[in-house]
């Protein structure tokens, strides 16, 4: 059993390139989310998915796509990559009940 | 929307010493809150939670306690030790709502 996972685990663009961040969960959790974290700002929503086939915008989703691929996958995308998106992105998942979100390792992004 | 504001930022103790997190929530329908730990390089990680039917909840050194009155929770720790030093989100959403709302964070330090 092994949680949510993601990769890459680090990644270096440049400005206008485009990339896919994996995530996936063996939990059977109905929820995936896509959060970011930047120095002094917490967690910040992107895109999250209440099940497969649906998805929503969070708090910052500009300039991000995703995909709930299937139950154990939820991809995010970056069409044009801009340094402003230098971060660490962060999936997590939610079964039912008791509500607690279960995180991934996180990929850490450079965009220069 | 629900907003949440922690206090302090950054808190420096002397291991053995008590600490103590506080947040605020603005969304009187709130009803579950969520500590997460989250060490460097890591992902965060629940340590504990609390429901609004409770005023207070322990789990050996750690216990949250919630007034719901005052819109407020906080996480307590006792006799520090150094692996407790790492970063502290408390959150805060209603059951069968998506989306956690994230405080920004306490940076919490254990001096030997």
């Known amino acids: 059993n092994a949680g949510v996972t993601q990769t890459p685990k680090f990644q270096v663009l440049k400005t206008g390139q485009s990339m896919t961040l994996q995530c996936a969960q063996d939990m059977n959790h109905n929820s995936m989310y896509w959060y970011r974290q930047d120095p002094g700002m917490g967690l910040r929503l992107i895109y999250y998915?209440?099940?497969?086939?649906?998805?929503d915008k969070g708090e910052v989703p500009n300039g991000y796509n995703v995909s709930r691929l299937n139950k154990r996958e939820f991809s995010l995308r970056l069409e044009s990559a801009a340094p402003s998106q230098t971060s660490v992105y962060f999936c997590a998942s939610r079964g039912g009940g008791p509500d607690t979100q279960y995180f991934g390792p996180g990929t850490r992004l450079t965009v220069l | 929307g629900e907003n949440v504001e922690q206090h302090p930022s950054t808190l420096s103790v002397q291991e053995g010493d008590s600490a103590v997190i506080k947040c605020t929530y603005s969304d009187s329908a709130s009803n579950y809150f969520p500590w997460y730990k989250q060490e460097l390089g890591k992902r965060p990680q629940l340590i504990i939670d609390i429901r609004s039917n409770v005023g207070e909840k322990k789990d050996q050194r750690i216990a949250v306690t919630l007034n719901k009155t005052a819109k407020h929770f906080s996480l307590h720790i006792t006799e520090t030790q150094p692996e407790d030093s790492a970063v502290y989100f408390c959150a805060a959403t209603n059951f069968g709502n998506e989306k956690l709302t994230f405080g920004t964070g306490t940076r919490l330090t254990i001096i030997p």
């Open positions: 998915s209440a099940s497969e086939g649906t998805t």
